[in-house]
């Protein structure tokens, strides 16, 4: 069985994901799919991409569940991947040792050399993390993207994931959550970030932000609870077309 490393790594990288901003588009989710099939864990395969029972190998996924009744509920979208535990099962369940946790920066990596597709990391892991690639039998799972994160020839505002770089709305965050100076410590801090199900005990390195209350009551946003009634400046055909189009 693998060992985790004796002392807590100095640093531990990670997401913070924010639940109340994720709008579900997919969009980290394919970055992570199209990066990742040429980086460190390449390649990650598919099986009848277009046939009636589609598989392959995700790094990250989003799902979307429904929360609250009639008008108080709400669309959460869900993404999920490997959390960077400190206390990670995978690694210390793989008889091989091709499950590991970096003792430089705490990222949880397979070796594919000393992997035997056994499942074992799989079934371990509660968060549904670790995938099978079929063609190559052997596990893929989240990297962090770290052929970018410590790459010294990309600029360094972008050494970051894939999935961080590419999310349109800024729901997701990268840095180091052992730092409690860092943005995405402090950003925890102020939004009550949550673990997911702490009561496993392995105390993941990824931190979730918890969707905030709706704002439902007219004006509560900051807009006003109703517009004006527009009136036509002028005349011309515009004047003309806003009246018909009001009657």
Known sequence: ????????????????????????????VVACKEWNTGGHPAPLTDQEPYGTE????????????????GAAS??????RSCL????????????????????????VLVDEGLCIGCGLCAW???????????????????????????NENLAPDEREPACVATCPVGARHFGDLADPGAAVSQL????????????????????????????????STGAPAALEPAEPQGGGFLAWLDRLLSD
């Open 188 to 219: 925890v801090a102020a939004r009550g970030g949550l673990d997911l199900m702490p009561e496993m005990g392995y105390r993941p390195t990824n931190k979730y932000l918890p969707p905030r209350p709706r704002r439902t009551d007219a004006g």
């Open 84 to 107: 960077h535990c400190a206390d990670a099962a995978c690694v210390t369940v793989c008889p091989t040792g091709a499950s590991y946790k970096r003792a430089e920066d705490g990222i």
């Open 74 to 79: 709400r669309m959460v979208h869900f993404p």
């Open 1 to 28: 069985m693998t060992s985790l490393p004796e002392t807590p790594p100095p640093k531990q990288l990670g997401l913070v994901i924010d639940l109340d901003t994720c709008v579900g588009c997919q969009a980290c």
């Open 124 to 150: 371990a892991c509660p968060y549904g993390a670790r995938e099978l690639d079929d063609d190559q039998g052997v596990m893929k799972k989240c990297t962090l993207c770290i052929d970018r994160i410590h």
């Open 54 to 69: 589609p598989r392959g190998a995700w790094l990250n996924r989003v799902h979307g569940y429904e929360v609250g009744e």
